[in-house]
């Protein structure tokens, strides 16, 4: 079982709404990754925080905006979205620093749907 | 350019019988290797990961990788395939500029037929 837990499991937003998404996760991570994954493709990456600082935004659109107010939580708020944002968002954690080998550990994901 | 290949988009096995999904790399510098399951519905899973030493990796649910330097390669595999095995396997690469990001494998799905 993962130990990266995300909130909702499913969301639908209209396009002028505003909504987050959460994620929490037990395992003494100090790097968060927020990541987007359309239909049975590879996940993209969109965030990474590094002890609490934003370290990698992959040229995301300004309407994701990313939090992370500690070292366990991280969130995703959303505004003005778009139909093709609906995709699986999936958070995950690891090790921060040096250490190329370290493991990524995912959550269950979100899956969000803009009507 | 560093980049993941799987060359096989759906592998068919038949239960009890051995499977492999291949992954070939090409990084500068030394690969660290992984895969990934994603069940339906589901996150993505670590199942295994290659950084040094053995060139056999074991991982979870009895799968194992074989690194091949020469090759570049990294297939993983299953000596006994379950029904329960079927999902889409992705191959990653860490980029080696960075201690973050993973550079991905398009994904095969592994169809295990009873």
């Known amino acids: 079982d993962t130990e990266v837990t995300q909130t909702p499991k499913h969301l639908v937003m209209g396009m002028t709404n505003k909504k987050s998404l959460k994620c929490e996760q037990h395992?003494?991570?100090?790097?968060m990754y927020w990541y987007k994954q359309k239909a049975k493709k590879p996940p993209e990456l969109m965030f990474v925080y590094s002890y609490e600082k934003l370290s990698i935004n992959e040229s995301v659109p300004s309407r994701f905006s990313p939090e992370c107010p500690n070292s366990s939580l991280l969130n995703l708020h959303l505004h003005a979205l778009q139909p093709e944002d609906s995709a699986l968002y999936l958070c995950a954690s690891s090790q921060a620093g040096t250490g190329a080998g370290n493991t990524i550990y995912f959550g269950e994901g979100s899956w969000l749907t803009v009507v | 350019a560093q980049s993941v290949a799987q060359p096989e988009d759906q592998v068919n096995v038949a239960e009890g019988n051995p499977l492999t999904v291949k992954c070939t790399y090409s990084v500068s510098g030394n690969p660290y290797l992984f895969w990934y399951v994603q069940y339906p519905n589901r996150g993505l899973q670590f199942l295994l990961k290659?950084?040094?030493?053995d060139n056999l990796v074991k991982g979870s649910y009895g799968f194992e990788a074989e690194f091949n330097k020469s090759q570049t390669s990294f297939h993983l595999k299953k000596p006994s395939a379950l029904v329960s095995d079927s999902a889409l396997y992705f191959c990653a690469v860490r980029d080696p500029g960075s201690n973050y990001q993973l550079i991905w494998g398009a994904g095969t799905k592994l169809i295990i037929k009873p």
């Open positions: 395992m003494g991570h100090r790097a």
């Open positions: 290659y950084i040094t030493g």
